[in-house]
C-alpha cells in the first residue's frame, strides 16, 4: 500500500499569515495517463471532510483561491496564502492511483494562534 | 443540493453484525461510483470501500475484506454497507461519499454525508 507521510501534524497560524503542509507518498502518483492522483481534503471541526484539490493543483468547485497545491512524482504541498479563522481543522492529503486502497495522511491540524 | 445521510451506526457486541444505509438525493445516483470511509475516534480516515455505479465492480480494504459488503439499491438512491464479524477496531463513524467524476470509479470524493457511528463493544 502506498503510505501518505504528512509534515507537520500541527500548525498555529497568525490570521493573515500563509501555511504550508507536505505530503509525501511512498510511490509517484504520476499515472501513465498524465495526471497525478493526489488530493487534499480539510476536516473543519464537528463536520465531514470537504475536497480542496484534485490532481495536485486544481481548486475543487467554491475553494478560495487563497488555497493552492503543488508539487509532483512523491513531494506535494498545500499552501494558503493567508490563514482565515474559517481555515482551521485538520487537513488531509490522499492518493487516488496505486488502488485499491486509497490512502491518507495522517493529517495536519491547523489552528489559529 | 446533493446530499448523503448515513443511517444505522448503533453499539453492538463484537461479533455481530450490522447494515449501515446511505440516502442519496439531489443527484443521479446510479451515474456516480459510491465510497465508504470510516474514522475512528480521535483518529484520521480509513477507507473501507467502493462500489460501481451499477454495482458491477466492488473493492474493499484488507482490513475488512471478508467481513464487509458494499452495494447500492439504484432503484431506492441507498448506499449500504453489511457489516459482519465486528471487531473493536472496527468502532468508528461511517461515511459515505460520492466520487466527484460522472461515470468514474476514480477521482476524489465529495460530497461525504455527516457519518454514522458504530460502537463494537460488550
Known amino acids: 500500500d502506498i503510505v501518505m507521510t504528512q509534515t507537520p501534524l500541527s500548525l498555529s497560524v497568525t490570521p493573515g499569515q500563509p501555511a504550508s503542509i507536505s505530503c509525501k507518498s511512498s510511490q509517484s502518483l504520476l499515472h501513465s495517463d498524465g495526471k497525478t492522483y493526489l488530493y487534499w481534503y480539510l476536516q473543519k471541526p464537528g463536520q465531514s471532510p470537504q475536497l480542496l484539490i484534485y490532481e495536485v493543483s486544481s481548486r475543487f468547485s467554491g475553494v478560495p483561491d487563497r488555497f493552492s497545491g503543488s508539487g509532483s512524482g512523491t513531494d506535494f504541498t498545500l499552501k494558503i496564502s493567508r490563514v482565515e479563522a474559517e481555515d482551521v481543522g485538520v487537513y488531509y492529503c490522499m492518493q487516488g492511483i496505486h488502488l485499491p486502497p486509497w490512502t491518507f495522511g495522517q493529517g495536519t491540524k491547523v489552528e489559529i494562534k | 443540493e446533493v446530499q448523503l445521510v448515513e443511517s444505522g451506526g448503533v453499539v453492538v457486541q463484537p461479533g455481530g453484525s450490522l447494515r449501515l444505509s446511505c440516502a442519496a438525493s439531489?443527484?443521479?445516483?446510479?451515474?456516480?461510483?459510491m465510497h465508504w470511509v470510516r474514522q475512528a475516534p480521535g483518529k484520521g480516515l480509513e477507507w473501507v470501500s467502493l462500489i460501481s455505479w451499477d454495482g458491477g465492480s466492488t473493492y474493499y480494504a484488507d482490513s475488512v475484506k471478508g467481513r464487509f459488503t458494499i452495494s447500492r439499491d439504484n432503484s431506492k438512491n441507498s448506499l449500504y454497507l453489511q457489516m459482519n464479524s465486528l471487531r473493536a477496531e472496527d468502532t468508528a463513524l461511517y461515511y459515505c461519499a460520492k466520487v466527484i467524476w460522472f461515470g468514474e470509479l476514480l477521482g476524489p470524493f465529495d460530497p461525504w454525508g455527516q457519518g454514522t457511528l458504530v460502537t463494537v463493544s460488550s
Open positions: 439531489g443527484f443521479t445516483f446510479d451515474d456516480y461510483a
